[in-house]
């Protein structure tokens, strides 16, 4: 094919119109429609849903919370409840001996002990528990001279409770 032809073939076609148009995507585009919708269900169904469902649990938790509950605050401490403070929301829990912490209430939750973990855990104390003599024996060692400590003799210097004399 030469220049010529080549010219009057573009010349000829350029005037029509081609035979099919493909036509602009737009928003109403069905194929758009449906596959947001099933985005935004799948979004519901997989995020949302399941964090209300903890929201409501968590809420249960925290209304259900009464005094000898094992609680965990936000920050990792360990503790019991030892009274609530309906007014102002709040809860004292023991810590330690001796030792209460004031927490608001959303920032604890109960430590519930998984069923299969407390029967682990009471297998394992029955089976540390002596049945007989021999068992006990066994368990505890005896006592001989050199693992006793050494003996104190008489205190020397100042004595608890009285001052020395010069």
């Given at each position: 094919m030469d220049l010529n032809s080549?010219?009057?073939?573009?010349?000829?076609t350029a005037g029509?119109?081609?035979?099919?148009?493909?036509e602009a995507p737009g928003f109403f585009n069905p194929t758009f429609l449906i596959a947001m919708i099933i985005i935004i269900v799948a979004?519901?169904?997989?995020?949302?849903?399941?964090?209300?469902?903890?929201?409501?649990?968590r809420q249960r938790q925290t209304n259900e919370m009464k005094k000898g509950d094992k609680v965990v605050s936000v920050g990792g401490i360990h503790g019991a409840v030892a009274r609530?403070?309906?007014?102002?929301?709040?809860?004292l829990v023991t810590v330690a001996k001796g030792v209460e912490m004031?927490?608001?209430r959303t920032?604890?939750?109960?430590?519930r002990e998984d069923p299969a973990k407390a029967k682990d855990k009471?297998?394992?104390?029955?089976?540390?528990?002596?049945?007989s003599g021999e068992a006990a024996s066994s368990a505890a060692p005896e006592e001989t001279p050199a693992s006793k400590p050494p003996a104190r003799?008489?205190?020397?210097?100042?004595?608890k409770g009285k001052k020395a004399r010069a």
């Open positions: 080549f010219i009057v073939t573009l010349a000829t029509q119109a081609p035979e099919t148009e493909p979004f519901y169904v997989l995020i949302q849903r399941p964090q209300r469902q903890q929201q409501e649990e609530m403070n309906k007014e102002k929301d709040t809860v004031e927490f608001n920032a604890l939750t109960i430590v009471k297998q394992k104390e029955e089976e540390q528990e002596p049945d003799g008489p205190a020397k210097g100042r004595q």
